[in-house]
Protein backbone atom coordinates (compact mmCIF):
# COMPACT_ATOMS: atom_id res chain seq x y z
CA UNK A 1 0.00 0.00 0.00
CA UNK A 2 0.93 3.86 0.07
CA UNK A 3 2.51 5.00 2.92
CA UNK A 4 2.91 9.04 3.70
CA UNK A 5 5.68 9.74 5.69
CA UNK A 6 4.60 13.55 5.84
CA UNK A 7 1.85 15.91 4.80
CA UNK A 8 -0.95 13.71 6.06
CA UNK A 9 -3.50 16.50 7.54
CA UNK A 10 -2.88 17.65 3.45
CA UNK A 11 -6.00 17.66 1.09
CA UNK A 12 -6.55 14.81 -0.97
CA UNK A 13 -4.89 15.82 -4.30
CA UNK A 14 -1.52 17.69 -3.06
CA UNK A 15 -0.95 14.79 -0.74
CA UNK A 16 -1.17 12.21 -3.97
CA UNK A 17 0.95 14.81 -5.77
CA UNK A 18 3.71 13.36 -3.42
CA UNK A 19 3.45 9.96 -4.65
CA UNK A 20 6.00 11.38 -6.74
CA UNK A 21 8.86 11.27 -4.89
CA UNK A 22 7.71 10.35 -1.25
CA UNK A 23 6.02 6.60 -1.94
CA UNK A 24 7.98 3.87 -0.11
CA UNK A 25 7.44 0.27 -1.08
CA UNK A 26 6.29 -2.14 1.22
CA UNK A 27 4.69 -5.62 0.13
CA UNK A 28 3.08 -4.58 -3.21
CA UNK A 29 5.03 -2.61 -6.33
CA UNK A 30 5.94 0.45 -5.90
CA UNK A 31 3.99 2.39 -9.01
CA UNK A 32 5.91 2.33 -12.02
CA UNK A 33 7.55 5.86 -13.66
CA UNK A 34 6.01 5.86 -17.53
CA UNK A 35 8.19 8.36 -19.90
CA UNK A 36 7.17 9.29 -23.40
CA UNK A 37 4.56 11.26 -25.40
CA UNK A 38 0.83 11.45 -25.12
CA UNK A 39 -0.78 9.90 -28.30
CA UNK A 40 -4.20 9.73 -26.98
CA UNK A 41 -6.30 11.71 -24.23
CA UNK A 42 -10.02 11.15 -23.30
CA UNK A 43 -11.55 12.45 -19.84
CA UNK A 44 -10.71 9.04 -18.06
CA UNK A 45 -7.95 7.76 -19.82
CA UNK A 46 -4.84 8.08 -21.65
CA UNK A 47 -2.38 6.64 -24.36
CA UNK A 48 1.18 7.07 -23.94
CA UNK A 49 4.00 6.36 -26.71
CA UNK A 50 6.77 5.49 -24.40
CA UNK A 51 10.28 5.67 -24.65
CA UNK A 52 10.36 1.95 -25.27
CA UNK A 53 8.59 2.37 -28.10
CA UNK A 54 5.36 0.55 -26.76
CA UNK A 55 1.91 2.07 -26.54
CA UNK A 56 0.65 2.56 -22.62
CA UNK A 57 -2.64 2.52 -21.63
CA UNK A 58 -3.28 4.32 -18.64
CA UNK A 59 -6.37 5.65 -16.43
CA UNK A 60 -6.86 9.25 -15.98
CA UNK A 61 -8.64 10.13 -12.62
CA UNK A 62 -10.15 13.81 -11.70
CA UNK A 63 -8.23 13.37 -8.56
CA UNK A 64 -4.62 12.65 -10.18
CA UNK A 65 -2.21 15.51 -9.53
CA UNK A 66 -0.90 17.08 -13.14
CA UNK A 67 2.08 19.35 -12.62
CA UNK A 68 3.71 21.57 -15.62
CA UNK A 69 7.21 20.83 -15.80
CA UNK A 70 8.98 23.97 -17.25
CA UNK A 71 12.14 25.09 -18.45
CA UNK A 72 14.31 27.56 -15.89
CA UNK A 73 18.27 28.35 -15.06
CA UNK A 74 20.64 28.12 -12.75
CA UNK A 75 19.23 31.71 -11.18
CA UNK A 76 16.31 29.82 -9.62
CA UNK A 77 18.42 27.77 -7.19
CA UNK A 78 19.30 29.86 -4.06
CA UNK A 79 20.71 28.44 -0.63
CA UNK A 80 17.47 26.89 0.78
CA UNK A 81 15.92 26.14 -2.63
CA UNK A 82 14.16 23.07 -2.18
CA UNK A 83 14.90 20.49 -5.16
CA UNK A 84 15.66 17.09 -6.48
CA UNK A 85 18.38 16.13 -8.92
CA UNK A 86 18.58 12.52 -10.84
CA UNK A 87 22.61 12.35 -10.92
CA UNK A 88 25.09 9.31 -11.55
CA UNK A 89 27.99 8.49 -9.00
CA UNK A 90 31.16 10.06 -9.71
CA UNK A 91 34.68 8.08 -8.39
CA UNK A 92 35.62 10.89 -6.03
CA UNK A 93 32.28 10.46 -4.47
CA UNK A 94 30.07 13.32 -5.67
CA UNK A 95 27.38 13.08 -7.63
CA UNK A 96 27.02 14.42 -11.49
CA UNK A 97 23.75 15.79 -11.96
CA UNK A 98 21.36 14.24 -14.84
CA UNK A 99 18.38 16.91 -14.10
CA UNK A 100 17.65 19.26 -11.47
CA UNK A 101 14.10 19.81 -10.79
CA UNK A 102 12.43 23.34 -8.61
CA UNK A 103 9.89 22.20 -6.33
CA UNK A 104 7.46 24.78 -5.45
CA UNK A 105 7.64 25.98 -1.81
CA UNK A 106 4.29 24.05 -0.93
CA UNK A 107 6.20 20.64 -2.00
CA UNK A 108 8.67 21.59 0.79
CA UNK A 109 10.22 17.85 1.89
CA UNK A 110 8.57 15.98 -0.39
CA UNK A 111 10.32 12.62 -1.04
CA UNK A 112 13.49 14.07 1.03
CA UNK A 113 16.44 11.68 0.87
CA UNK A 114 18.16 9.77 -1.83
CA UNK A 115 17.67 6.53 -3.10
CA UNK A 116 18.19 4.25 -6.37
CA UNK A 117 16.39 5.89 -9.32
CA UNK A 118 15.82 4.26 -13.31
CA UNK A 119 16.54 7.14 -15.63
CA UNK A 120 19.84 5.66 -16.28
CA UNK A 121 22.09 2.85 -15.09
CA UNK A 122 23.02 3.09 -11.61
CA UNK A 123 21.47 6.92 -11.18
CA UNK A 124 20.11 8.29 -7.62
CA UNK A 125 17.21 10.69 -6.93
CA UNK A 126 18.40 12.84 -4.24
CA UNK A 127 15.47 15.34 -2.74
CA UNK A 128 16.69 18.36 -0.31
CA UNK A 129 17.38 21.47 0.75
CA UNK A 130 20.13 23.45 -0.76
CA UNK A 131 22.95 24.31 2.13
CA UNK A 132 25.48 25.98 -0.41
CA UNK A 133 26.40 26.68 -3.97
CA UNK A 134 29.60 26.65 -5.11
CA UNK A 135 32.09 27.42 -7.10
CA UNK A 136 32.88 30.36 -9.25
CA UNK A 137 29.68 29.62 -11.99
CA UNK A 138 27.47 28.23 -8.78
CA UNK A 139 27.31 24.74 -10.61
CA UNK A 140 28.35 22.54 -7.48
CA UNK A 141 25.60 22.24 -5.04
CA UNK A 142 25.50 20.76 -1.15
CA UNK A 143 21.81 19.32 -0.74
CA UNK A 144 21.05 18.46 2.58
CA UNK A 145 18.50 15.76 3.72
CA UNK A 146 17.45 14.38 7.12
CA UNK A 147 20.19 11.95 7.21
CA UNK A 148 23.16 13.58 5.28
CA UNK A 149 24.23 15.42 2.30
CA UNK A 150 25.38 14.66 -1.35
CA UNK A 151 27.82 17.16 -3.24
CA UNK A 152 25.88 17.64 -6.43
CA UNK A 153 27.82 18.93 -9.84
CA UNK A 154 25.51 20.23 -12.17
CA UNK A 155 27.19 20.25 -15.87
CA UNK A 156 26.21 23.92 -17.94
CA UNK A 157 23.87 21.03 -20.50
CA UNK A 158 21.52 19.61 -17.61
CA UNK A 159 18.25 20.65 -18.09
CA UNK A 160 16.81 22.73 -15.25
CA UNK A 161 13.62 22.65 -14.75
CA UNK A 162 10.65 23.63 -12.09
CA UNK A 163 7.21 22.59 -11.20
CA UNK A 164 4.02 23.95 -11.64
CA UNK A 165 0.37 22.87 -10.28
CA UNK A 166 -1.27 22.34 -13.69
CA UNK A 167 -4.66 21.17 -14.45
CA UNK A 168 -5.96 19.04 -17.56
CA UNK A 169 -5.60 21.76 -19.68
CA UNK A 170 -1.69 20.78 -20.14
CA UNK A 171 -2.64 17.20 -21.27
CA UNK A 172 -2.78 17.35 -25.24
CA UNK A 173 -1.64 14.94 -27.84
CA UNK A 174 2.25 15.35 -28.86
CA UNK A 175 2.83 16.30 -24.75
CA UNK A 176 5.80 14.82 -23.19
CA UNK A 177 4.48 13.35 -19.93
CA UNK A 178 6.22 11.30 -16.64
CA UNK A 179 3.58 9.47 -14.81
CA UNK A 180 3.59 7.92 -12.03
CA UNK A 181 0.93 4.95 -12.24
CA UNK A 182 -0.02 2.35 -9.79
CA UNK A 183 -1.24 -1.04 -11.22
CA UNK A 184 -5.08 -2.29 -9.91
CA UNK A 185 -5.89 -5.92 -9.34
CA UNK A 186 -7.08 -6.56 -12.91
CA UNK A 187 -3.56 -5.53 -13.85
CA UNK A 188 -4.57 -1.84 -15.50
CA UNK A 189 -2.48 0.86 -14.49
CA UNK A 190 -3.89 4.33 -13.08
CA UNK A 191 -2.23 7.66 -13.18
CA UNK A 192 -1.36 9.06 -9.62
CA UNK A 193 1.06 11.91 -10.65
CA UNK A 194 1.09 13.21 -13.77
CA UNK A 195 4.15 15.69 -14.73
CA UNK A 196 3.76 17.74 -18.67
CA UNK A 197 6.59 19.26 -19.88
CA UNK A 198 5.30 22.78 -21.08
CA UNK A 199 6.15 24.45 -24.49
CA UNK A 200 7.76 20.96 -25.15
CA UNK A 201 9.96 20.68 -22.79
CA UNK A 202 10.60 16.82 -21.85
CA UNK A 203 10.40 16.13 -18.28
CA UNK A 204 13.89 15.04 -17.81
CA UNK A 205 13.41 13.30 -14.48
Same mark, same amino acid.
Given at each position: ?????????????????????????????????????????????????????????????????????????????????????????????????????????????????????????????????????? *?????? $??? /?? @? +? =????? %????????????????????? *?????? $??? /?? @? +? =????? %??????????????
Amino acid at each position: MFQFKKFTLLPATFAAALCFLTVTQAEEAEPARIRGTLIEVSADHMKIHARDGSDIEVGLSKDAPIFGVALTDLSAIKPDSYIGTAAAPQSDGTLKALEVHVFPSSMRGAGEGSRPWDLTPNSTMTNGAVGSIL *GTEGRT $LTV /KY @K +D =GEKKV %VVPADVPIVSLEPGDTSLLMT *GAKVLL $LAA /KG @K +D =GSQTA %VFIGVGKNGVTPPM
